[in-house]
């Protein structure tokens, strides 16, 4: 019988691909009634890279986006701390890539409707769902009137409906909106020169006020620069009242960073050039003990949504629509299958879920911050390289990115 998947996202589009790839049936119900290419920059890590090239999306890859070569940290006063190599750069069989989200997610939902022809229904929203006989029926409703659009039926449903999940709130009434941990993101693009090795991510400054800058496209002889800027606010800062997509003032955040011009990057520079600004808050939620309920699921931020530290949100929804679709194959659309997933996949994500509450591999950035707030003439005598290297090396044990584990490992669909 046929698996339905609630929400078009990067997740849902992959476990779509990924099912095509099976010659597993599904449906994609979307609540939007047209996708559009929204979102800022991500980064792909090698291991959901080496998923995407298994489903032939390497070229499609490199058209929408730039080969990571190096990750580099800076303390408030621009001064080195810490750099290392990452994706091919680093040793590791694929590509780290830094890109738009909506570039991706239309890529990917471009190449399955090419590839498996009308499989996603657009303006259909899961809001619930009741056990039959034969697995699964839904209900879709349009979210613009809330008119009921009737039902469907399938042998599983995957809730990848995002962080605000319709479905994962059926499941877990009391839980409450998304956590907010006191931080603030003003994100824009802006046009600006190349800097370190022209496919460098930085993190500058500390947890309370940080800057994250890369480029995620080449624009003549300079790049489009993806930035964030992170700002810790008063314990009584009323963040729900903030829209996902509010746009942002950029005189709320500049001032905190007017003095940041650097040799090797202009932080006001590049935030006073970009076309827009918008507003988001830093949420995620806490770690589920359980995603599968009978035959539904949760996958992606429906199910582990994470701080965006440390770049793996989208590189963790991708390995689980993957492991999901390896399971289907395995086992069948059944409750069992869904099981199988959550097994091989809760507790590994929501390991890297509570590491990026702790910053992650960011959280360099506090430790030489609080030993030296005044800058230092030397790193080494501030964080020794052999303590840089294992908390950059802790990180990436957690959230499975060593290069050696992503190297051994093959595709999980072949």
């Known amino acids: 019988m046929t698996v339905l998947i609630a929400g078009a996202g990067i997740g849902g589009l992959t476990l779509g691909l990924s099912l095509h790839q099976l010659g597993i049936p599904f449906r994609i119900f979307e609540a939007v009634e047209e996708l559009r290419p929204l979102g800022v920059g991500i980064n792909l890590q090698p291991q959901a890279a080496r998923e995407l090239f298994a489903l032939g999306l390497e070229e499609g890859l490199d058209g929408i986006g730039l080969r990571t070569e190096e990750v580099a940290y800076f303390s ?158 008063p314990s009584d800062y009323d963040w729900r009242k903030q829209d996902w997509n509010r746009d942002g003032d950029l005189q709320d955040v500049l001032p905190h960073f007017a003095d940041w011009s650097f040799d090797w990057l202009d932080v006001p520079g590049v935030m006073t050039a970009a076309d827009g600004i918008w507003e988001y808050p830093m949420v995620d939620r806490d770690p589920l003990p359980c995603w ?75 430790i030489v911050a609080a030993r030296a707030p005044d800058g230092f003439s030397d790193i080494e005598t501030i964080m020794p390289m052999a303590e840089r290297r294992a908390l950059a090396d802790r990180y990436k044990s957690v959230a499975g990115m060593a290069v050696a584990a992503v190297n051994e490992t093959a595709a999980i669909i072949n």
């Open 76 to 233: 408030v006063h621009g001064q080195p701390i810490w750099s290392e190599p990452r994706g091919q750069a680093a040793g590791y069989a694929w590509p780290q890539y830094s890109l738009h989200r909506g570039k991706l997610q239309m890529r990917l939902y471009q190449t399955l409707l090419a590839r498996a022809g009308d499989v996603v229904a657009t303006g259909a929203a899961v809001t619930d769902w009741a056990e039959v006989d034969d697995g699964v029926e839904i209900k879709l409703t349009d979210r613009r009137s809330g008119q009921g659009l009737g039902t469907a039926q399938g042998a599983v449903i995957i809730a990848c409906d995002g962080i605000n999940s319709t479905l994962r709130a059926r499941l877990y009434p009391d839980e409450g909106p998304a956590k907010w941990g006191g931080t603030m993101m003003w994100r824009g693009t802006s046009r600006g020169p190349r800097f370190l090795t022209g496919r460098s991510v930085t993190m500058t400054g500390e947890k309370n006020r940080k800057f994250v800058c890369y480029p995620i496209a080449d624009d003549g002889d300079g790049s489009l620069l993806n930035w964030i800027a992170d700002l810790t606010m």
């Open 292 to 366: 599968t309920h009978g035959p539904v699921t949760l996958l992606g931020d429906a199910a582990h949504a994470m701080y965006p530290i440390g770049s793996n949100g989208a590189s963790q929804g991708i390995i689980a629509a993957r492991v999901l679709a390896r399971s289907l194959r395995d086992h069948g659309p059944t409750p069992g299958a869904l099981t199988d997933y959550e097994q091989q996949r809760r507790e590994a994500v929501n390991a890297v879920v509570l590491a990026n509450r702790g910053d992650g591999p960011d959280k360099i950035l506090d």
